[in-house]
Each structure stands twice: as structure tokens, then as C-alpha cells.
């Protein structure tokens, strides 16, 4: 199993972030998992491709909600 984690790399929030839900996942639900990261930066109207998407579970922590609709 995959775990994607999407996250805000310019802060230490992001990085606590998403070290923080990999600690939590992987002690509660995933403890097999291989998990992969991907820093991204806050964009006006941030949109997130779906090619971002590539894991079994994906995750995006320290970024505001984005309304998508797909």
C-alpha cells in the first residue's frame, strides 16, 4: 500500500504536518504502508492536479480547503 502526502514545504508547519499524520497513520491504520511526499507551495485559487493523486490513500495537510469538484 501507497500513503501520498501533499504538503506546504515553505513552513515547518508543513513539514510537522505531515510528519505528524504519517506518525498517527502509521501507528493506527497503515503500519506496512510506504509512504511518499510531495512539497508543494500555497497558489492563489490552488488547484490540485489529478495526477498528484497517485497513492492507494492520499493526503494533503497544511493547505487551505480547495472546493473541487472532481
Do not use: W
Amino acid at each position: 500500500m501507497r500513503v501520498r502526502v501533499l504538503y506546504h514545504d515553505h513552513c515547518f508547519d508543513g513539514a510537522a504536518s505531515a510528519a505528524f499524520f504519517t506518525r498517527f497513520t502509521k501507528d493506527r491504520f497503515y503500519p506496512d504502508a510506504e509512504y511518499a511526499y510531495t512539497g508543494m507551495a500555497h497558489t492563489a485559487s490552488q488547484s490540485f492536479a489529478d495526477s498528484l493523486f497517485d497513492g492507494d490513500v492520499n493526503a494533503i495537510v497544511d493547505f487551505k480547503y480547495s472546493n473541487n469538484p472532481g
